[in-house]
C-alpha cells in the first residue's frame, strides 16, 4: 500500500514540476540585449519645439525608461557601448561591437541585439556588423530623427518596434536589419537619404525587406546577399582594420587626394566616381599608378542607385580595379576594409563585392 501512495505522490510530483516549467517556459519573456551609442535618439534639446539639440546626452537607462511597454514584449538589459554622435564612430568601436555582440548571442536564452546609434553612419554600423557577426539571431540597429525630448520625438517607437522585430521568431536569418518609421531595412542596402524626414532610411536599389505592423514584422522579401553565418569574415582576433579613404570625383577633380591618400599609406581607396563609377582622366591616371603599387582600388558611383559595373568604360581588368556593383562608397569602403584582413588581389575582392 504503502509503495502503491509512494509512487503515485512521485508521479504527481513529476506531472506538477513538469507544468510549471511548461508555464514558466511560456510566460518567461525573451532577453534582448540593447546596446546604446548616442546619437540623436539620446540627445536632448532646450525644449521640445527647439530645432537645436545636443546628440548622445542620455543614457540608456532613460531610453528604456521611455518606453515602459517594453517589458511586455521582453526582458531588456541595457549596456552603454559609448555616448557619441556617429559621424565619430570609428572602426574601434565597430570591433568592439562585433566582438560583444557576439559575445551575448552565444547565450541561449537571448533572443537578440538592438543597436540604437545614430542615423549619420548606421548604416555603415550595420552593414560592418551584416558581415562580421556570427549568429542568426537578429541584430536590429534604430535611431531616431527628432531628440528624446522633442514634440513627437520619433525615438521611443522605433526603440520599441526594433524590439518587437527581434522578439519575433520570423526574424532569425534576415541579416543584421535597420529599423525606423515602421520600415525594416537590410544592411546590405540601407541609405540615409535625407537630412531632416523621419523616413530618411531607404533601401534605393531592392526597396524595404519588410515593415512594422501592430507589433510585428511583416517580411515581403529577404537580402540575396551573403551574411552573418555565411559570411566568411571573421573579426574575432582583430583590434584594427587596413585602411581605406574614399575619394569622391566631380569635374575638374584631379589627382590630389589619390596621392595625398597614396602618400599616407592607405592600403585601399573607393573612388566615387560620377556616372558608373567615372574618374577624369588625371584621377583615372593616379589611381592606376596606386594599383600597381598594391593598393586595393574600388571604383563606386556618387549616385543614389545603380551598380557600379565592371569594364564599362573603364578596362578594370588591365588596371587592376574591382567594381563596387550595388554597394554605395561608404558601404564598399566596409567590404574592401574587410577585404584587406584576406586578400590583396583585385580579382578574389571583385568575387567579394559580387556576392557581399
Ligand atoms: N550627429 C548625428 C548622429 O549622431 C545626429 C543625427 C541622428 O542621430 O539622427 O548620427
Redesign the pocket.
Known sequence: MIHFLSRSFLFSAIVLLLSTTFLAAQTQKPTVYILAT??????TGSSSTAAQYK??DIGVELLLAAVPELSEIAEVKGEQVVN??????TTQIWLSLAHRINEILLQEHVAGVVIT??????EETAYFLNLTVKSHKPVVLT?????STALSADGPRNLYNAVACVVAPESKGQGVMLLMDDRILSADDVSKTHTLNVS?FQSPNYGPIGYMYDGKPIFIRSSHKRHSLHSEFDVSTLNDLPRVEIIMGYAGANDLFIRAAVQAGVKGIVYAGVGNGNAPAAALEALAAAAQQGIAVVRSSRLPSGPSTQGNEVDDNRLGFAASWMLNPQKARVLLMLALTKTTDYQEIQRMFWEY
Do not use: E, L, V, W
Request: aromatic fraction near 0%; hydrophobic fraction near 20%; glycine fraction near 24%.
Open positions: 548616442g546619437g540623436t535618439i539620446a540627445g546628440p548622445g557619441i554622435s556617429s559621424q565619430d564612430m546609434h545614430g542615423t549619420d553612419t548606421q535611431g531616431s530623427m527628432r531628440p530618411t
